[in-house]
C-alpha cells in the first residue's frame, strides 16, 4: 500500500470520490505542494500532479509522486491525459505568466492545455507584488473570475503576493462543492466582559472554539458567513459587553437564514464604578439581571439557534427545553461545564418537540450537526 493511502480521510471525508489535479506552475512555491497535495488527501480526496517545465526545475516530479502516490505528469502524450474525467483542476502555484495565457486561451504546455478541458478551476496566484498589482494582470485575473474560475487571493506581505496558506487553500477547495450556497448565517461566539470600574470586571469562560468550529463548518459549505466575537479572528465584528450585543442587534439590518448563538453571555450586568476600585478592602458588588439576548435575535434569523450551558446531564434537557420556549427560539443545544475549553464535548439538539439527537464528539463533529439543521 502507499503512504498516501495511510493518511487519506484522516481528517474528513469532505472531499471523498473527488478527483484533482494540482498543477504545478514555475513560481518558488512549489516547494509547499507536497504538504499542500497531503492534505487534500486528508480530507478525502484522489489527487494527481501536474507540472510544467518551469516547475520541475524547482521541485523534482518525485516528490509530487511520492506525495500523491499516482504516476505525475510532466508532458501530453498518446493518453491524451488532459481529456480524462476529473472533478477540479487546482493551479498552486499560479504565476502571472500562466494566469495571462488561461485568460486567453492559451494552451502551449501540459498545465494551460489541462485549463481548456478542466470543468472546474481554482487558482492560487503567486509572484512578486509589484507584478500582481499590474494592471495587465489584475484585468486578466478579473476575466478569469467572469469565466467562472475561482481565485484563492494571495498573502501580501514582504513585498511579495505570496500563495495562500495550505489551509485557506484546502478550506476554498472544500467550499467548492458546499451544499449550503446563497444561505446566510451569523454567529456569535465567545463571552461578554461586564465592567466593574475602569480595569476590572466579571465574564464567563469561554475558549471560542465552538464558534470558530461553526463558522470554519459553514463557510465550507458554501454560506455567506457573519462572526460577532469578543476574541480576535479574521473578518470578526468586534463586542465586549451585552451592551455592545444590544447596539450590533439595533443596528443589524441583514436578515439571515440562521442565527447561532454559542456565545459564554453573563446573567447579570454590573454597577460599574468610575476610576479605579482600591484594593484592600471588601467591596460589595450590585448586580442587576443582564436582558436575555436570545429573543432579540428573532428579527434577525429566520432560525435561531440557541445554546444552553448545565452542570449536570441529568438536567440538560428538561432546563433547555424551558429556556427555548421562554426565548421562542427554534433550537437549542444543550451542553455540560466539561465542554468548556475542550475539543470535544456532548451535546443535545433540543426543539419544541425535544430531544431530536445526541452527540458525543469533536466540536467540529458537533459544528457539522448544527450546521445541518438550517
Excluded at 503512504?3 to 518558488?28: C, Y
Excluded at 506525495?67 to 477540479?88: M, P, Q, R, W
Excluded at 465542554?339 to 445526541?358: E, F, M, P, R
Amino acid at each position: 500500500m502507499h503512504p498516501s493511502h495511510l493518511i487519506k480521510e484522516t481528517k474528513s471525508k469532505k472531499l471523498r470520490n473527488k478527483k484533482i489535479v494540482l498543477a504545478l506552475t514555475g513560481g518558488i512555491a512549489c516547494v509547499e505542494c507536497v504538504k499542500l497535495a497531503r492534505e487534500l488527501i486528508r480530507h478525502g480526496a484522489s489527487v494527481t500532479a501536474i507540472m510544467s517545465k518551469e516547475a520541475c526545475r524547482i521541485l523534482n516530479p518525485m516528490a509530487m509522486e511520492f506525495a500523491t502516490g499516482n504516476e505525475v505528469i510532466t508532458e501530453l502524450s498518446g493518453k491524451v491525459e488532459h481529456v480524462h474525467e476529473y472533478d477540479l483542476l487546482l493551479i498552486a502555484p499560479c504565476t502571472a505568466n500562466t494566469i495571462s495565457k488561461i485568460s486567453m486561451g492559451i494552451a502551449d504546455n501540459v498545465v494551460t492545455t489541462f485549463a481548456l478541458t478542466a470543468k472546474k478551476i481554482a487558482i492560487a496566484p503567486s509572484m512578486h507584488l509589484s507584478m500582481y498589482k499590474n494592471k495587465i494582470i489584475q484585468e486578466n485575473l478579473e476575466k478569469c473570475k467572469r469565466h467562472g474560475i475561482k481565485i484563492i487571493e494571495p498573502k501580501i506581505e514582504e513585498n511579495k503576493a505570496k500563495m495562500a496558506s495550505i489551509q485557506k487553500i484546502v478550506k476554498e477547495v472544500i467550499r467548492i462543492w458546499g451544499d449550503k450556497k446563497g444561505k446566510k448565517v451569523l454567529i456569535i461566539g465567545g463571552s461578554t466582559f461586564e465592567a466593574i470600574d475602569d480595569v476590572r470586571g466579571i465574564t464567563n469562560l469561554s475558549s471560542g472554539k465552538m464558534a470558530k468550529a461553526l463558522v470554519n463548518e459553514a463557510y465550507e459549505r458554501g454560506m455567506d458567513v457573519t462572526l460577532w466575537a469578543s476574541f480576535p479572528y479574521e473578518n470578526s465584528v468586534k463586542f465586549v459587553g451585552i451592551k455592545d450585543l444590544i447596539n450590533l442587534i439595533k443596528n443589524c439590518s441583514t436578515k439571515y437564514d440562521a442565527v447561532i448563538n454559542c456565545a459564554a453571555i453573563s446573567d447579570f450586568i454590573v454597577e460599574k464604578k468610575e476610576g479605579k476600585i482600591k484594593s484592600g478592602k471588601e467591596i460589595s458588588l450590585a448586580l442587576r439581571p443582564a436582558p436575555r439576548i436570545n429573543p432579540l435575535l428573532k428579527k434577525l434569523g429566520k432560525i435561531v439557534i440557541g445554546f444552553k450551558l448545565e452542570e449536570k446531564e441529568e438536567d440538560v434537557i428538561e432546563k433547555s427545553m424551558k429556556r427555548l420556549k421562554e426565548d421562542g427560539i427554534d433550537f437549542i443545544i444543550g451542553n455540560t461545564i466539561e465542554s468548556i475549553g475542550k475539543d470535544v464535548a456532548k451535546a443535545w439538539i433540543i426543539n419544541k418537540d425535544g430531544l431530536i439527537k445526541k452527540i458525543e464528539g469533536r466540536k467540529k463533529e458537533i459544528a457539522k450537526e448544527i450546521i445541518d439543521l438550517i
